[in-house]
């Protein structure tokens, strides 16, 4: 059977599912918003005498899926942006390329492998560039001391 479904959403923040995403983080009045919609619109559903029809509004065959165009590889953190620069970790997870290499929560990768890294949004294409099995070099900033890890990276 068929159903149809819609998904809502009250924006995002740089706090977004992370450890960091506490209910102050919450968008009260857009939620309130979303609520209200939704509520109407369950009322109308629940009063058509007609109900909902599902109709497939493209009944030909599926396009071929698209290659992937992620990361190849996955490095077992979750990055955020600093204000001093760098890509802060805000959480590695056990088992992972970061973990092995004895990158911690609160690390700020400031170089990858030999490029420095001093935001997010230049160490992801750095990321897209590399195979499993890379075996690169990771410079931290732990405190007050600069470290240099070696990572094998791995797929996701």
């Known amino acids: 059977m068929e159903v149809p479904y819609l998904t809502f959403h009250a924006g995002n923040h740089d706090e977004y599912h992370t450890p960091d995403d506490t209910i102050d983080t919450i ?13 109407a619109i369950a009322i109308d559903i629940a009063t058509n005498p007609k109900g909902l029809d599902f109709s497939d509004p ?4 599926k396009p071929e899926p698209r290659p992937r165009t992620g ?26 390329s970061a973990a092995d ?16 890294t001093p935001d997010v949004q230049t160490w992801m294409p750095l990321l897209l560039e590399h195979e499993p099995g890379d075996e690169i070099s990771v410079t931290i900033k732990r405190g007050d001391e600069t470290i240099e890890l070696m990572m094998i990276l791995r797929a996701p």
């Open 27 to 39: 968008n009260v009045p857009g939620a309130v918003r979303i609520t209200e919609m939704l509520t």
């Open 58 to 61: 493209d009944p030909e065959p």
């Open 71 to 96: 990361p190849k590889v996955r490095t077992g953190i979750i990055p955020s942006p600093t204000s001093d620069g760098g890509v802060l970790v805000r959480r590695v997870f056990e088992s992972t």
């Open 101 to 116: 290499a004895g990158i911690e929560a609160d690390d700020i990768i400031i170089k990858w492998n030999g490029t420095d």
